[in-house]
């Protein structure tokens, strides 16, 4: 359904950068919840500090997958801009790799961490602690492939994220 457009719009804009912030917080609360967690397993109560940073790591996990679903129902019904003409085939395959599997985290990450919260499934809490890392990489790679492009190719990939198409 998505048509060719030569740049973001105001929404997916919007929505990346939301996305960024909500992200880099969980980031910052992960030390909070992990000893909240610990806390659970130990039997005895967490930090107040803790208890509150907890539960608005668990509310910014459960937007960030309602964010991440708006995000690709977006990039389905509008589409979003090609990479630029002269692009080698592997820095597209690497981008859209890069891309796809940080939408593949941005899901993953919030569902394995209701089941292992909210269900006491530990496997899920294994499994979030390294998807974290994985996410950590992949946020690292498309960063570094932005400021490639920007500084190196030359290219208005990295912009097309802080000027929105006119509309």
Known sequence: MSEKVSGYSRLQVSLHWAVVILV???????NAIEATWNAHLDGTLPS????????????SGVLILALALCRLYLRYRRGVPQPPGDEPRILKILSESVHGLIYA????????????WFFDFRLAVVVHEYLQAVLLGLITA????????????????MMRMFAPEKT
């Open 105 to 116: 985290m941005l899901l993953s990450l919030p569902v394995s961490g209701v089941m292992g």
């Open 48 to 59: 107040q500090g803790s208890g509150l940073l907890t539960y608005l790591h668990i509310a």
């Open 142 to 157: 498309h960063i570094t492939g932005a400021i490639f492009q920007h500084l190196i190719r030359r290219s208005d990939v």
């Open 24 to 30: 880099a917080f969980q980031f910052l609360a992960h």
